[in-house]
Structures are given as structure tokens and as C-alpha cells.
């Protein structure tokens, strides 16, 4: 059974920074693309942050340029760094790994609270 686990997650100033990391396991990670979504109080989920299997990234405007994505196939991990967070920026963050082909397959974790609050 895939798992992907978050982890990092807390309470930080407007400001502050903190690393998200999401280990998975049970999976063929380097053929995976890796995702960062998030999802506040009353609002949708939105997909924050991409790294494909190949390294290549691509961010929201909510949080380019403050956020950066990025993978460890050896430690089937991917990471997300948060930079310059904001109150808006308070959500719970879930992790996922999505492959096309051969066959589509989904996976998410179960989600870290992140609270940007002073």
C-alpha cells in the first residue's frame, strides 16, 4: 500500500519560513510527479506547487517566488520550502504523487497544518 507521509508543519510568524518535506513509500518515486496542494478553512484545494519526474517546476502566483518545490529520489522524499509566509498562506498541506502512464495512478498523504499567525 502507497504511503506518503507529511511532516513539518506548525505555527510561524508572518515572515518566517518553514520546510515541508513528504515521504513516500512503497512506490517507483523517480517515475512520479510530486505535488503540493493546500487547502484553507471554507475555500477549495488549491495545487500550489509541481515537480515532474524529469526536475522541471511550476508554482502558483500565490506563492511564486517565495515557495520552491523540490524532490530526493534517493530518499523518496519531496520537499516544499516556504519562504516569506503569510497569514494567507495558513492552510493544511497535502502532499501527492500522480503518474499517467502506463496506467493513471493518484496518491495523496494525509495533510500537515500549517498557521502563519502572530
Known amino acids: 500500500q502507497v504511503q506518503l507521509v507529511e511532516s513539518g508543519g506548525g505555527l510561524v510568524q508572518p515572515g518566517g519560513s518553514l520546510r515541508l518535506s513528504c515521504a513516500a513509500s512503497?512506490?517507483?518515486?523517480?517515475?512520479?510527479?510530486m505535488g503540493w496542494s493546500r487547502q484553507a478553512p471554507g475555500k477549495q484545494r488549491e495545487l500550489v506547487a509541481v515537480?515532474?519526474?524529469?526536475?522541471?517546476?511550476n508554482y502558483s502566483d500565490s506563492v511564486k517566488g517565495r515557495f520552491t518545490i523540490s524532490r530526493d529520489n534517493a530518499k523518496k522524499t519531496v520537499y516544499l520550502q516556504m519562504n516569506s509566509l503569510k497569514p494567507e498562506d495558513t492552510a493544511v498541506y497535502y502532499c501527492?504523487?500522480?503518474?499517467?502512464?502506463?496506467?493513471?495512478?493518484?496518491?495523496w498523504g494525509q495533510g500537515t497544518q500549517v498557521t502563519v499567525s502572530s
Open positions: 501527492n504523487a500522480r503518474r499517467d502512464f502506463p496506467i493513471f495512478s493518484d496518491y
Open positions: 515537480i515532474t519526474s524529469g526536475g522541471s517546476t
Open positions: 512503497r512506490i517507483m518515486f523517480s517515475f512520479y510527479g
